[in-house]
């Protein structure tokens, strides 16, 4: 069974920053692309940022580049995002998926920003 567990959201002030988690199991991670997608308050999910197998090649959406960094460690099976610079637009859920699409993925974590 496929298991994906965000940690390390919260609130953050704008300008602020977050080191953002997820431990996965249940498949051949060290094979497997990894993204990050988020959920804003009444919208629908956005593709943040993949990673592929070996960690060489990342992309990101585009109102997120130059703020935010994708990373993982395939020997703790672990996927990475730090969130730099945050703007209150970036208030969302956050989660840990194993398709861009966001159709498999984890339970999330907030990350709120607010003065």
């Known amino acids: 069974e496929v298991q994906l567990v965000e940690s390390g959201g919260g609130l953050v002030q704008p300008g602020g920053s977050l080191s953002l988690s997820c431990a996965a199991s249940?498949?051949?991670?060290?094979?497997?692309?990894m993204s990050w997608v988020r959920q804003a308050p009444g919208k629908g999910l956005e593709w943040v940022s993949t990673i592929s197998p070996d960690g060489f090649r990342r992309n990101y959406v585009d109102s997120v580049k130059g703020r935010f960094t994708i990373s993982r460690d395939n020997a703790k099976r672990t996927v990475y995002l730090q969130l730099n610079s945050l703007k209150t637009e970036d208030t969302a859920m956050y989660y840990c998926?194993?398709?861009?699409?966001?159709?498999?993925r984890g339970r999330g974590t907030q990350v709120t920003v607010s003065s």
């Open positions: 998926a194993k398709d861009s699409a966001g159709s498999t």
């Open positions: 249940g498949f051949f991670f060290s094979s497997s692309y």
